[in-house]
């Protein structure tokens, strides 16, 4: 493993990669989406995941995470070192895993506190770790909310219940800070977002980077890119990875667009 | 040719007439009281027990479910106080005035009658029976439902006890007064309770009923209610009990005009459970919410029937009620609404939910509508389904074990009608009692 298998020819290291998918395969209501994709993320790294619409960007992020309806059927996804698909969702995220919704969901009656310290104590427990006192948690989420300008009177709301579009992104990013995971997986967070709001969630996920936890931020424009800066770009087509260089990769990408992948792929296919 | 259908009388309903023939000279009331029992059993006799062939009874068959009439509960002992002494916990430790029956009859030893409240009168019922009470002879059997009720029938020919409570004009009773229903006794017993509470122009109290069983219960309950102009009604009701209750109730409200009735009912027990309401609108520009919240697992099966009559117009109602379904359990929602030809500028709305968290359990729902004035809003919507996958994923993704992430979608489902409770002590009881069903759910 390491530095011998580096197929992207990109930098490597002698440690076990923290993610490493390897040979996946997805397929959705019958229909297969993901075709062989291949991808190592060393911590501390931040890789960008692009690609036309269709090419599976949503999907990886979603088998990743585990949602019911997204069936592996030959691969592997290894999270240090350890197979994330034979895991519950909720195991997987108190292994470290968090994605950060496309589209976060509204869920009516559960106030976004309880929800948020539900989920921060269950990981704990799970990692065999006590609980948090309510002081200790309430300090640790009025500070995180604080730093991306979240109004704590929306905390006591339903989550997400009548957020705005850059509310709900401000507030995946709450509960990543929260949660500290060890990688991250940002699916299309610039979406909705205008240039004020795409400036918080940016900072707020800057703030997250650090040398022992890695981050994957898929995302269909390069936009998004010239504030989260990443260290790897990969372009994503028909559910594999066909290219993958540095952040110079975006920009030629948003000059030239997917156009040629597509064409490539199509003439590799016939 | 007519072929009219006799239908030949079930063990049950026989029995219940020769409990009648062997008890009226022991049942309490004066000879007004002893003439209305008489006249009630001869309604009982010809309607019978309501059957799946009666609409309102559509989908619980009562006299099919109601085969053997349990003998009229005894007297209760001290044993039996004993053990109601730990009833009433239904509602958590707020604060209320306890009227405790054991078996349909009060016990004041267990009640707190000190220090009411100025314009706050409170009689057991079998002893305003007896003394032939004013209010009693003026609203007793007059709160009744629009049709004849085989089983309110059957409760005011049998009534034994219950609360006479009569909050006089303008009075304010800050305390609310906790009806506790306990049938604690060693013999399976059918029990009738029969309340009549009075709220005048202009006054305030909250009402809870809490009913809780011993093993081989039939419980039938019945209470009128007069809600006065301007005058202002909360009534909650809590029914638990063990898999082979029978429990059987009838809230039936007349409310005057610019009033507020706050009704809740929430169901966490019993084998067969029938809440029936009836609503009537006497004056203009009244607001009643009518709102429930039914939890199922078993064979259990819960009626909740609504007749929300609104005669009198400019006046608002809402019912929201939820069920959550678990194993092989029935739910039964039936919403009837009428508008009379006068009530113009109502405003009405229903709406009722099922979460089926089993493939097995049923949910049926019936929301009516009959509208014969032409200015009006009314609505209604019914939906029946299983717990959103989606939601359920987006809380495992953040480590939520599947287990809390239903219990937490489930109590926001239930919390959302309970919040039409305005007490906030009882709502935090109530959904105590939800997060109790859920664990034991789990285990």
Same mark, same amino acid.
């Not at chain 1, 106030?111 to 065999?128: C, D, S, Y």
């Not at chain 2, 609104?310 to 019912?319: F, W």
């Given at each position: 493993?390491?530095?011998?298998?580096?197929?992207?020819?990109?930098?490597?290291?002698?440690?076990?990669?923290?993610?490493?998918?390897?040979?996946?395969?997805?397929?959705?209501?019958?229909?297969?989406? %993901?075709?062989?994709?291949?991808?190592?993320?060393?911590?501390?790294?931040?890789?960008?995941?692009?690609?036309?619409?269709?090419?599976?960007?949503?999907?990886?992020?979603?088998?990743?995470?585990?949602?019911?309806?997204?069936?592996?059927?030959?691969?592997?996804?290894? %999270?240090?070192?350890?197979?994330?698909?034979?895991?519950?969702?909720?195991?997987?995220?108190?292994?470290?895993?968090?994605?950060?919704?496309?589209?976060?969901?509204?869920?009516?009656?559960?106030?976004?506190?309880? @929800?948020?310290?539900?989920?921060?104590?269950?990981?704990?427990?799970?990692?065999?770790?006590?609980?948090?006192?309510?002081?200790? @948690?309430?300090?640790?989420?009025?500070?995180?909310?604080?730093?991306?300008?979240?109004?704590?009177?929306?905390?006591?709301?339903?989550?997400?219940?009548?957020?705005?579009?850059?509310?709900?992104?401000?507030?995946?990013?709450?509960?990543?800070?929260?949660?500290?995971?060890?990688?991250?997986?940002?699916?299309?967070?610039?979406?909705?977002?205008?240039?004020?709001?795409?400036?918080?969630?940016?900072?707020?996920?800057?703030?997250?980077?650090?040398?022992?936890?890695?981050?994957?931020?898929?995302?269909?424009?390069?936009?998004?890119?010239?504030?989260?800066?990443?260290?790897?770009?990969?372009?994503?087509?028909?559910?594999?990875?066909?290219?993958?260089?540095?952040?110079?990769?975006?920009?030629? %990408?948003?000059?030239?667009?997917?156009?040629?992948?597509?064409?490539?792929?199509?003439?590799?296919?016939? | 040719?007519?072929?009219?259908?006799?239908?030949?009388?079930?063990?049950?309903? *026989? !029995?219940?007439?020769?409990?009648?023939?062997?008890?009226?000279? &022991?049942?309490?009331?004066?000879? &007004?009281?002893?003439?209305?029992?008489?006249?009630?059993? =001869?309604?009982?006799?010809?309607?019978?027990?309501?059957?799946? =062939? +009666?609409?309102?009874?559509?989908?619980?068959?009562?006299?099919?479910?109601?085969?053997?009439?349990?003998?009229? !509960?005894?007297?209760?002992?001290?044993?039996?106080?004993? /053990?109601?002494?730990?009833?009433?916990?239904?509602?958590?430790?707020?604060?209320?005035?306890?009227?405790?029956?054991?078996?349909?009859?009060?016990?004041?030893? *267990?009640?707190?009658?000190?220090?009411?409240?100025?314009?706050?009168? +409170?009689?057991?019922? &079998?002893?305003?029976? &007896?003394?032939?009470?004013?209010?009693?002879?003026?609203?007793?059997?007059?709160?009744?439902?629009?049709?004849?009720?085989?089983?309110?029938?059957?409760?005011?020919?049998?009534?034994?006890?219950?609360?006479? $409570?009569? +909050?006089?004009?303008?009075?304010?009773?800050? /305390?609310?007064?906790?009806?506790?229903?306990?049938?604690?006794?060693?013999?399976?017993?059918?029990?009738?309770?029969?309340?009549?509470?009075?709220?005048?122009?202009?006054?305030?109290?909250?009402?809870?009923?809490?009913?809780?069983?011993?093993?081989?219960?039939?419980?039938?309950?019945?209470?009128?209610?007069?809600?006065?102009?301007?005058?202002?009604?909360?009534? +909650?009701? $809590?029914?638990?009990?063990?898999?082979?209750? $029978? #429990?059987?109730?009838?809230?039936?409200?007349?409310?005057?005009?610019?009033?507020?009735?706050?009704?809740?009912?929430?169901?966490?027990?019993?084998?067969?459970?029938?809440?029936?309401?009836?609503?009537?609108?006497?004056?203009?520009?009244?607001?009643?919410?009518?709102?429930?919240?039914? *939890?199922?697992?078993?064979?259990?099966?819960?009626?909740?029937?609504?007749?929300?009559?609104?005669?009198?117009?400019?006046?608002?109602? /809402?019912?929201?009620?939820?069920?959550?379904?678990?194993?092989?359990?029935?739910?039964?929602?039936?919403?009837?609404?009428?508008? =009379?030809?006068?009530?113009?500028?109502?405003?009405?709305?229903?709406?009722?939910?099922?979460?089926?968290?089993?493939?097995?359990?049923?949910?049926?729902?019936?929301?009516?509508?009959?509208?014969?004035?032409?200015?009006?809003?009314?609505? #209604?919507?019914?939906?029946?389904?299983?717990?959103?996958?989606? *939601?359920?994923?987006?809380?495992?993704?953040?480590?939520?074990?599947?287990?809390?992430?239903?219990?937490?979608?489930?109590?926001?489902?239930?919390?959302?009608?309970?919040?039409? $409770?305005?007490?906030?002590?009882?709502?935090?009881?109530?959904?105590?009692?939800?997060?109790?069903?859920?664990?034991?759910?789990?285990?």
């Amino acid at each position: 493993m390491g530095a011998a298998v580096a197929k992207d020819g990109l930098r490597r290291n002698n440690e076990v990669p923290m993610l490493e998918v390897k040979n996946l395969h997805v397929t959705v209501d019958g229909k297969q989406i %993901l075709n062989g994709l291949d991808l190592t993320v060393n911590k501390g790294e931040v890789h960008a995941i692009m690609g036309p619409n269709g090419s599976g960007k949503s999907t990886l992020s979603y088998v990743m995470a585990g949602k019911p309806g997204y069936e592996a059927t030959q691969g592997q996804i290894l %999270l240090d070192g350890e197979d994330l698909l034979t895991m519950e969702p909720d195991e997987r995220a108190a292994k470290g895993l968090f994605l950060a919704f496309q589209y976060p969901l509204e869920i009516p009656g559960v106030a976004t506190m309880t @929800f948020l310290r539900t989920a921060l104590n269950a990981q704990r427990k799970k990692r065999g770790q006590d609980e948090l006192s309510t002081p200790a @948690f309430l300090k640790l989420v009025r500070d995180a909310a604080a730093k991306l300008e979240i109004d704590p009177e929306m905390l006591r709301r339903g989550v997400n219940v009548g957020f705005s579009g850059g509310e709900k992104k401000r507030n995946e990013v709450l509960q990543m800070a929260l949660l500290e995971p060890r990688l991250c997986v940002l699916d299309e967070t610039d979406s909705g977002l205008d240039i004020d709001a795409l400036k918080i969630v940016s900072d707020g996920v800057n703030r997250l980077r650090s040398p022992d936890r890695a981050m994957v931020v898929i995302t269909h424009y390069q936009r998004l890119l010239e504030h989260i800066v990443p260290d790897v770009v990969h372009v994503l087509s028909r559910g594999r990875i066909v290219r993958s260089g540095g952040k110079e990769l975006a920009l030629e %990408l948003e000059a030239r667009g997917y156009a040629e992948y597509q064409q490539e792929e199509a003439a590799l296919a016939s | 040719m007519n072929a009219e259908i006799i239908p030949v009388k079930t063990g049950a309903e *026989l !029995a219940f007439a020769e409990a009648f023939a062997a008890a009226k000279a &022991a049942l309490p009331g004066d000879r &007004a009281v002893a003439a209305l029992r008489e006249a009630a059993l =001869r309604d009982f006799n010809t309607t019978g027990l309501p059957s799946r =062939r +009666v609409e309102q009874w559509h989908y619980t068959d009562l006299r099919a479910m109601l085969r053997d009439a349990k003998p009229l !509960a005894a007297a209760p002992d001290a044993a039996a106080k004993a /053990r109601a002494d730990e009833a009433g916990r239904l509602v958590g430790d707020i604060d209320a005035r306890r009227l405790v029956f054991v078996d349909g009859v009060f016990v004041p030893e *267990l009640s707190d009658l000190a220090n009411l409240s100025a314009g706050l009168i +409170v009689r057991p019922m &079998a002893q305003a029976l &007896a003394a032939g009470d004013p209010l009693v002879a003026r609203h007793l059997g007059k709160v009744a439902p629009p049709e004849a009720e085989g089983v309110v029938s059957l409760n005011t020919a049998l009534m034994r006890d219950g609360a006479l $409570i009569h +909050v006089v004009k303008g009075a304010t009773v800050e /305390r609310p007064i906790h009806l506790v229903f306990a049938a604690t006794g060693q013999k399976p017993a059918s029990v009738f309770t029969r309340s009549l509470v009075v709220v005048e122009d202009g006054a305030r109290a909250m009402f809870i009923e809490s009913h809780d069983a011993a093993e081989g219960r039939q419980v039938n309950t019945a209470l009128e209610l007069v809600v006065g102009d301007k005058a202002h009604v909360d009534h +909650v009701k $809590i029914t638990a009990g063990p898999d082979d209750l $029978i #429990h059987v109730s009838s809230l039936m409200a007349a409310i005057g005009a610019q009033a507020h009735l706050n009704a809740f009912a929430f169901n966490i027990g019993g084998g067969v459970v029938r809440n029936q309401t009836f609503v009537r609108f006497d004056g203009e520009g009244t607001v009643a919410g009518l709102r429930g919240a039914t *939890l199922l697992k078993g064979k259990q099966h819960v009626d909740s029937t609504l007749m929300v009559d609104h005669k009198a117009g400019g006046c608002q109602s /809402r019912e929201v009620f939820a069920s959550v379904l678990d194993d092989e359990s029935r739910s039964v929602f039936q919403g009837k609404i009428v508008v =009379r030809p006068h009530a113009q500028k109502t405003d009405a709305r229903m709406m009722t939910r099922s979460l089926l968290l089993s493939d097995n359990a049923e949910a049926n729902s019936k929301p009516e509508l009959e509208i014969f004035a032409d200015d009006v809003q009314c609505g #209604h919507g019914a939906t029946a389904g299983a717990l959103d996958e989606d *939601l359920r994923f987006y809380l495992m993704a953040r480590g939520i074990p599947k287990a809390d992430a239903e219990a937490l979608l489930v109590q926001a489902f239930v919390g959302e009608a309970v919040e039409g $409770i305005e007490h906030a002590g009882l709502r935090d009881a109530l959904m105590a009692q939800v997060a109790a069903w859920l664990k034991a759910r789990r285990s």
